[in-house]
């Protein structure tokens, strides 16, 4: 059964809190330990623990995680036709988007003879994990995929839980080959991620993971990136959540087939509608019922439903500020001008506008990235792009003249904060014979 719509301003503070609550976050303290329970097994028996794992839940037993770069192949084959064009289609949109994201470096003259520059190197090996479970995910292999083959990481790991056969779905493996991928590894969850962090004997350990999944791949990233020279990660990508604000002008079919294509991911995704339109509501709350008995995944779907609300509004004002509040990590404007709200609900992974714009079309083939920042994270993390595929470095170089003129800020500044060695670093070179030597000859 589909949730009866509530008003906003008659629930009380904690009422509205628990609203927009997320489902995955709710049992935080138990998940961690499991999952932190999960990386030390990997961190101590690698390769063993990754099978086993594997086994209890995937139930799949496997002799060992790699697939040969000619095993990928063979299963790429088997894409069908219909398949394979469509994920031509959509990779070059995203490359065609994300190469337009190139960093350029900088290069100036902060004062005469002191050259400051920002430069830009690919990261050398990045993790790309793509989550597996209910549904075979090639658009993920491209959204990670595509924007490492165009920073040019010289190794991209993929890692995805196998299916029933052991194997990766044909069309996983088609989207890897276009995207270069380099070695391809079967593994799901918390333990894929920690032989990603610390390597195995099969698996090396990689400078970055990269990649959407479920509460326990979301904690798993956050705990092995605070391990002492462990890798970095790219955002809190966790379960999926849509929210949608639309005003009388929207279509509540269309409302609901975009909350129910949120929903369908997994039951702890999540799917959000705002309006000032009591009767849009009602309209889309009666559309959710009709197309959810048409749905293959329609149980899975009603459980995340569960967690999900249809919220009336006093306004389009108010329902921007709860947006805001709530920062989500897809956020659909079904509304007259709506482009004119962009900036104020700005705090979202990424932005669907217009009654012409499915959230589906920035999971598969706008070109936009759907790995998005969930949990509320949206207010301080970014889409992934290609600026996540780089490490940027800065260099300095002065003349003589340069230090010459700086000398005195640095020295002042040094014995402000009483570090001599720091004053002493600037003062030695400007007695120094070099310094004479080379500043006679050298501006």
């Known amino acids: 059964m589909i949730a009866q719509a509530v008003i906003w301003n008659q629930l009380s503070s904690s009422e509205q809190q628990q609203r927009l609550s997320r489902p995955a976050q709710q049992a935080s303290q138990q998940l961690m330990a499991q999952v932190q329970a999960i990386i030390n097994d990997v961190q101590r028996d690698g390769d063993k623990a990754l099978l086993e794992y594997t086994q209890r839940f995937d139930k799949v037993s496997l002799t060992r995680p790699r697939l040969e770069q000619e095993q990928v192949a063979a299963l790429a084959a088997q894409t069908p036709q219909a398949v394979k064009e469509a994920i031509d289609l959509a990779y070059a949109n995203i490359k065609a988007f994300h190469q ?66 052991g194997q990766l779905r044909p069309a996983i493996c088609y989207a890897a080959q276009l995207c270069g991928v380099t070695q391809v590894f079967l593994g799901g969850g918390a333990q894929a991620i920690a032989a990603l962090a610390y390597g195995t004997a099969s698996i090396p350990a990689v400078d970055k993971i990269i990649g959407p999944g479920n509460s326990y791949v979301t904690a798993a990233k956050q705990l092995v990136s605070q391990i002492p020279g462990g890798p970095a990660i790219d955002l809190p990508a966790g379960p999926s959540e849509l929210l949608v604000i639309a005003d009388d002008s929207a279509e509540a079919e269309f409302v609901a087939a ?43 779907t009603a459980q995340a439903l569960t967690s999900s609300s249809l919220i ?14 709530y920062a989500p990590e897809h956020l659909s404007l079904q509304i007259r001008d709506a482009n004119s709200w962009i900036e104020r609900t700005n705090k979202a992974g990424s932005v669907f506008v217009g009654h012409y714009a499915p959230e589906s079309g920035g999971d598969y083939a706008t070109g936009t990235n759907h790995v998005l920042p969930t949990y509320g994270y949206a207010r301080n993390y970014s889409s992934l792009g290609l600026l996540d595929f780089y490490r940027r470095y800065t260099v300095q170089e002065l003349t003589p003249a340069g230090l010459a003129a700086l000398a005195p800020a640095i020295t002042t500044l040094a014995a402000e904060e009483e570090l001599d060695a720091h004053r002493l670093a600037v003062t030695r070179r400007m007695q120094s014979a070099r310094m004479q030597k080379d500043a006679g000859g050298n501006s």
């Open 312 to 325: 009336v509004t006093e306004s389009l004002q108010q329902a921007a500020e709860i947006s805001q509040r």
């Open 258 to 300: 975009d909350l129910l294509s949120q929903a369908e991911h997994g039951p702890d995704s999540q799917a959000l509608l705002l309006s000032p339109d009591a009767a849009m509501v009602e309209a889309v709350r009666k559309e959710l019922e009709r197309q959810l008995a048409e749905l293959p995944r329609a149980e899975i």
């Open 100 to 165: 337009a994201q190139q960093p350029q470096n900088v290069v100036m003259e902060t004062m005469p003879g002191v050259r400051c520059e920002q430069r830009f190197a690919a990261l050398e090996k990045v993790g790309l994990y793509i989550p597996g479970g209910s549904a075979s995910l090639p658009s993920t292999v491209l959204m990670c995929g595509v924007p490492a083959q165009i920073a040019g990481c010289q190794e991209r790991v993929l890692i995805s839980p196998p299916d029933a056969s």
